[in-house]
């Protein structure tokens, strides 16, 4: 049973232009949601995070969104750019982070020059 | 600055042998997880530290499977009589607490078990 779904294996998306990659999630008890990178070989990274007291959170050309009411979040790239391309998993816990993360199975994204 | 370290990156054992992965955290780092990502998959839970205790083994998928963190510090995760379906990449995290604060990964080591 996951609890935390990123229903889009892959996206392609032209540099420059905006990426939108979706989470959706089904434990209500949710309250701290992260977004991690991955490249190959190499462990996840940290990118940005949002309470549940919020309803967006803006980090340079990375902003994730919240809708608590769908369970769901996004995470926007503006402007996309080739070294964006990579592994991109969505995370979540219970108690202001007080729990283990569980993430989803993430979204390959590939920014095409 | 040092992020987390973990050893080996690469481990290839036969089935029936015992292994152990070894995971050190950012210094200053109180919380410690475990992780693994088999192919294809999200990454799966295993076991948390806070300090040298482990307030959650859920994920710990058998009894085979064993973890242990000293001085607050250095974890060893530990597999004994591999099978093949323990073949994964094994991620360590360290981050500040519990608490609102992101984790921190390692590299992984990824165990093949033939």
């Known amino acids: 049973d996951q609890q935390v779904k990123q229903n889009s294996p892959s996206l392609s998306v032209q540099e420059g232009r905006i990426s939108i990659l979706n989470c959706d999630y089904t434990n209500s008890m949710f309250d701290y949601f992260l977004w991690y990178k991955k490249y190959p070989a190499e462990g996840p990274t940290f990118l940005i995070s949002i309470s549940s007291i919020k309803d967006k959170n803006e980090d340079g050309r990375f902003t994730v969104f919240l809708n608590k009411s769908a369970k769901h979040l996004s995470l926007h790239i503006v402007p996309s750019q080739p070294g964006d391309s990579a592994v991109y998993f969505c995370?979540?816990?219970?108690?202001?982070?007080?729990?283990?993360?569980?993430f989803g199975k993430g979204t390959r994204l590939s920014v095409i020059a | 600055g040092a992020g987390v370290s973990q050893s080996p990156s690469n481990k290839v054992t036969e089935k029936g042998k015992d292994v152990e992965l070894r995971c050190d955290p950012i210094s200053g780092h109180t919380a410690l997880y475990w992780y693994r990502q088999s192919l294809g998959q999200g990454l799966e839970f295993l076991i948390y530290?806070?300090?040298?205790?482990?307030?959650?083994k859920s994920g710990l998928p058998s009894d085979r499977f064993s973890a242990e963190r000293t001085g607050g510090s250095v974890s060893t995760l530990t597999i004994q009589r591999t099978q093949q379906e323990d073949s994964a990449v094994y991620l360590c995290a360290s981050s500040r607490g519990t608490g609102p604060y992101p984790l921190h990964f390692g590299n992984g080591t990824r165990l093949t078990v033939t």
């Open positions: 995370a979540a816990s219970e108690g202001g982070g007080n729990t283990p993360l569980v």
């Open positions: 530290f806070q300090g040298n205790s482990a307030p959650d």
